[in-house]
């Protein structure tokens, strides 16, 4: 997966995905389903994607290794903030 990131003066609220990484983002897009999380006393924990219906999602799009090792990648980036957010 491509990273680049930039610092712009004007922040328009669109966010730009380089060709290379869309198939990867829409398959993560469609794991939303997938999430795994444990209710304890402080609320929700999330722990991460049920990889075996990451794997359907990636069959569904004719994707492979690559795909799976990119939304690993956004798997892990989401769970800091998604574990900051729970109260």
């Known amino acids: 997966m491509t990273v680049r990131t930039s610092k712009r003066?004007?922040?328009?609220?669109?966010?730009?995905?380089?060709s290379e990484n869309w198939a990867s983002?829409?398959?993560?897009?469609?794991?939303?389903?997938?999430?795994?999380?444990?209710?304890g006393k402080g609320g929700l924990v999330w722990l991460g994607l049920d990889y075996s219906g990451v794997g359907e999602v990636l069959?569904?799009?004719?994707?492979?290794?690559?795909?799976?090792?990119d939304i690993r990648v956004m798997e892990t980036e989401a769970l800091?903030?998604?574990n900051e957010a729970a109260p």
């Open 80 to 82: 800091g903030p998604l």
């Open 59 to 69: 069959r569904a799009h004719g994707l492979g290794s690559e795909a799976f090792a």
């Open 9 to 18: 003066a004007e922040d328009d609220g669109q966010v730009r995905v380089f």
């Open 25 to 39: 983002l829409t398959a993560f897009l469609d794991c939303a389903t997938q999430w795994r999380a444990l209710l």
